[in-house]
Nanobody, 117 residues
Framework: QVHLVESGGGLVQPGGSLRLTCAASGSVFSTNSMAWYRQRPDKPRELVAFITTAGVATYGDSVKGRGTISRDNAKNAVTVLLQMNSLKPEDTADYYC?????????WGEGTQVTVAS
């Protein structure tokens, strides 16, 4: 059984920071690269960053230099963090975590980030 729970979103002023947390249970998550994705209003879902099981991180252009992804592995579970700094209004989106590349069609409910003054 797989389970994804994203948390940590909220309303933040431009220039502020947030740390998003993904609690993923299931071997499909603990044994694969994990990623944060986001979906901005009226935009397709996009990759924010991903991290391999060995801890090697890759960032999308939208957050490069402003974000840090990390993971804490456990047996059949993983916690994936996304620290985002210097937030901009265009970072406003629903944020989701999942494997990278995506395997299957299971998604969590996501966590909403709103950047506004």
């Amino acid at each position: 059984q797989v389970h994804l729970v994203e948390s940590g979103g909220g309303l933040v002023q431009p220039g502020g920071s947030l740390r998003l947390t993904c609690a993923a249970s299931g071997s499909v998550f603990s044994t694969n690269s994990m990623a944060w994705y986001r979906q901005r209003p009226d935009k397709p879902r996009e990759l924010v960053a991903f991290i391999t099981t060995a801890g090697v991180a890759t960032y999308g252009d939208s957050v490069k230099g402003r974000g840090t992804i990390s993971r804490d592995n456990a047996k059949n579970a993983v916690t994936v963090l996304l620290q985002m700094n210097s937030l901009k209004p265009e970072d406003t989106a629903d944020y989701y975590c999942n494997t990278y590349p995506i395997k299957g069609d299971y998604w969590g409910e996501g966590t909403q980030v709103t950047v506004a003054s």
